[in-house]
C-alpha cells in the first residue's frame, strides 16, 4: 500500500522544499536524456533503419523465364512450377491460375530468393487431357510491381496404363446404366469367379459369373448376369450386399438389405430390412429360387451387412439403425440349420453409439468371430471364441484398434478385416480427418498403425500367407489402386502401391479376393458411367 502525506504550508514558513523538488526533478535527464543539465540536450537524429536513406524501388514489372510442364505425355503428376526474373511474393498466386478445372492448389517458394514458383496440387491431373493454362497479371513481385500481362502454356497428359499386368473389363451398367453398387467377389472351389452387387437400373441385387478356366473374363461378353431377387414395380432391394461361399458345395451365401417400401401386405419398411439368400449349384449354373428370408425387420431399418460362412454356419454383421444415430447398433446374426426361416436365426445387439457398425467387417475362423466395426470417430474390433453361440455381450472381447489420437482425429471408416493362420488380425481403414489408407494388425492388443497412402477410400484386405493385398480408391483421384506387402507391413516403406483404373470416377465399392496368386477386384465406376468393373492381375 502506497503511504500518500498532504503537506499544508502556513504563511511565514519557509518553503525550503521547493529548490529540493526542483531538483530532484530535473536530475532525472528531463524525462530522455541520461546525463547534461537539465535535459536541454536534443535527442539524437536516428537513421532509417539499414543505415542511411532508403534507395529508390525498383518499378521494373517481373517476367515469366520458363513454365512447366511442357510437351506431351506429361504425367498426371507432375510439378506446376514457373520460374521468373524477380523474387516473387508468393501470396498473390492464390486464385492466380485458370486451366485447372476444379484441381485446387497452394503456391510455395521453391527456392530461396523465391522465383521459382510451385503450384502444389491437391489431387493429380487428369489422363490423355490437353491443358491451357493462363497466369493472371495479378501476380505481384516482392516490391509490389504486377506482372505485365498474363502468360499462357499448354500441355497435354498421358494416356492412362494400367500398373502391373491387370486387365479390366465391364460387366454391367452399359449404355449409362447405374449397375455394379456394394459389389463383393469371391472365388469358389473350382475357381470361378464370382460377383454379388446392387442395380439401381433394376432395382434388384444381381450375381454374375465367369469360369477363367474355360473363358476370359476380361471380356464382357463372357459373364453370365443373373437376378438374385427378381425386380418388381416400384420397389427396390438389395443394397449392401454381401457374399460368402460354402467352400464345399460352392453354395453361395448372400445377405442385403431393402431399399423402398414393398407392397401392402408384406413385411418390410422403407427403412431396409435386413435379407438372407442363397444360390445353389445347379450344373454349371446357379439355382437363386430360395426365397430370401428377412431375417431382421427392426423398426428403424439396417445398413452394412457383411456376410462369412464357417463350418455349416452363417453370421452376418451389420448397423442396426436407431431413431438417432446416437443409437445406432452394431448387430451380429447367426443361423447353423433352418436358415431358409426366420425362427433359425439368432440376433444379438452389440455395442451402441454414433453411426456404430457403419460400416463394418465380418470373418469367421477355426476359432472365433472376428468382427470390426466403426464407432462415434474411432475403429473398434471384437472376438467371440467358438464354440460359445456368440448371442451373448458377455461372449466377445473389445478392442480399441485406433481412436484418432484420444480424439483429434475421426477414423475407421471403409474398414476391412482379414484373420490369418495364426489368428492375427489385419485390418484397413480411412483416417477420414487426414484422407489417409491406414494399416494395423491386432492380436490381443493392437499395433501403432501406418500409412499405405495419403489418400485413402473404399478398401478390401486378404491375406494369402504372409503377404497382405489391399484394394482401395484413391479418394483424392478418383482412381482404383492395389497394395500388396510381402513382409513388414508395419513399415510404410514395405508397402508397393499400383493404379489399376484411372481415368474417370472409378473404384468405389471396392471389393478383393485371392487365388492361386491372382488378384481379382471388382468395383463401381461412377460419372457418366455407373457401371460394375472388374480387373485380374498377377502381381
Known amino acids: 500500500m502506497v503511504e500518500r502525506r498532504l503537506f499544508i504550508f502556513r504563511p511565514g514558513q519557509t518553503l525550503f522544499i521547493l529548490p529540493l523538488l526542483v531538483a530532484l526533478l530535473f536530475g532525472c535527464g528531463g524525462g530522455g536524456g541520461g546525463g547534461g543539465s537539465g535535459g536541454t540536450n536534443p535527442p539524437p537524429n536516428n537513421p532509417p533503419p539499414g543505415g542511411g536513406n532508403p534507395a529508390d524501388p525498383n518499378t521494373d514489372p517481373p517476367s515469366v523465364v520458363s513454365a512447366a510442364p511442357q510437351g506431351n505425355s506429361v504425367s498426371v503428376s507432375a510439378f506446376i512450377e514457373i520460374t521468373f526474373d524477380k523474387s516473387m ?6 486464385g492466380g491460375l485458370e486451366g485447372l478445372g476444379n484441381i485446387g492448389y497452394a503456391a510455395v517458394c521453391v527456392d530461396a530468393d523465391c522465383k521459382i514458383i510451385r503450384l502444389s496440387r491437391t489431387t493429380n491431373l487428369e489422363y490423355d487431357f490437353s491443358y491451357t493454362l493462363t497466369l493472371l497479371a495479378q501476380v505481384r513481385d516482392q516490391e509490389g510491381n504486377l506482372l505485365s500481362s498474363p502468360y499462357v502454356w499448354s500441355f497435354e497428359t498421358e494416356v492412362f496404363v494400367p500398373d502391373l499386368s491387370f486387365a479390366r473389363t465391364t ?7 447405374n449397375s455394379g453398387e456394394c459389389t463383393a467377389i469371391a472365388v469358389d472351389s473350382s475357381g470361378t469367379v464370382h460377383i454379388v452387387y446392387y442395380s439401381e437400373e433394376d432395382g434388384s441385387p444381381k450375381h454374375a459369373f465367369c469360369s477363367p478356366n474355360s473363358e476370359d473374363c476380361t471380356i464382357s461378353g463372357n459373364w453370365t448376369v443373373q437376378f438374385i431377387e427378381a425386380p418388381l414395380a416400384n420397389e427396390k432391394r438389395g443394397r449392401d450386399i454381401n457374399l460368402a461361399i460354402d467352400m464345399i458345395t460352392d453354395t453361395l451365401h448372400v445377405s442385403y438389405r431393402d431399399v423402398d417400401p414393398p407392397k401392402p401386405g408384406t413385411l418390410g419398411d422403407d427403412k431396409g430390412v435386413l435379407k438372407y439368400t442363397k444360390g445353389e449349384k445347379n450344373g454349371e449354373d446357379w439355382d437363386w429360387s430360395p426365397v430370401p428370408v428377412i431375417v431382421d425387420d427392426t423398426e428403424n431399418g439396417v445398413t452394412d451387412t457383411y456376410i462369412a460362412f464357417h463350418a455349416g454356419s452363417v453370421h452376418i454383421s451389420y448397423r442396426k439403425v436407431g431413431a438417432v444415430s446416437s443409437n445406432d447398433v452394431i448387430a451380429y446374426a447367426t443361423c447353423s440349420s433352418s436358415c431358409d426361416s426366420p425362427g433359425g436365426w439368432g ?15 465380418i470373418v469367421v475362423t477355426n476359432s472365433a468371430v472376428h468382427i470390426s466395426y466403426y464407432l462415434d470417430g474411432m475403429i473398434k474390433y471384437v472376438t467371440c471364441s467358438l464354440p460359445n453361440d456368440c448371442l451373448q455381450l458377455a461372449d466377445w472381447t473389445p478392442i480399441i484398434v485406433d481412436d484418432g489420437e484420444a480424439g483429434q482425429f475421426d477414423v475407421g471408416t471403409e ?35 501406418i500409412a499405405i497412402d495419403a489418400a485413402g477410400g473404399s478398401s478390401q484386405i ?20 492395389y497394395a500388396v506387402c510381402p513382409s513388414n507391413c508395419l513399415v510404410p516403406e514395405s508397402w508397393s502401391t499400383y493404379t489399376i483404373d484411372a481415368p474417370g470416377e472409378v473404384g468405389l465399392d471396392t471389393y ?10 471388382s468395383y463401381r465406376a461412377a460419372g457418366d458411367a455407373d457401371d460394375l468393373r472388374y480387373a485380374r492381375g498377377t502381381p
Not at 440376433?347 to 467387417?361: F, K, M, Q, V, Y
Not at 487426414?434 to 494399416?439: E, F, M, S
Open 347 to 361: 440376433i444379438l445387439d452389440g455395442e451402441p453409439g454414433n453411426h456404430a457398425g457403419s460400416p463394418n467387417h
Open 415 to 449: 474398414n476391412s478385416l482379414a484373420v490369418d493362420n495364426n489368428g492375427m488380425a489385419h485390418l484397413t481403414y480411412r483416417d477420414n480427418t487426414n484422407g489417409l489408407l491406414k494399416y494395423t494388425r491386432c492380436q490381443g492388443s493392437c499395433e501403432d498403425p
Open 171 to 177: 460387366i454391367d451398367g452399359f449404355d449409362g446404366k
Open 462 to 481: 486378404k491375406v494369402v500367407g504372409n503377404v497382405l493385398h489391399v484394394s482401395y480408391r484413391d479418394d483424392d483421384n478418383k482412381d482404383l489402386k
Open 89 to 94: 511474393d508468393v501470396a498473390t498466386f492464390q
Open 512 to 521: 478383393l479376393a485371392v487365388d492361386n496368386g491372382t488378384v481379382h477386384i
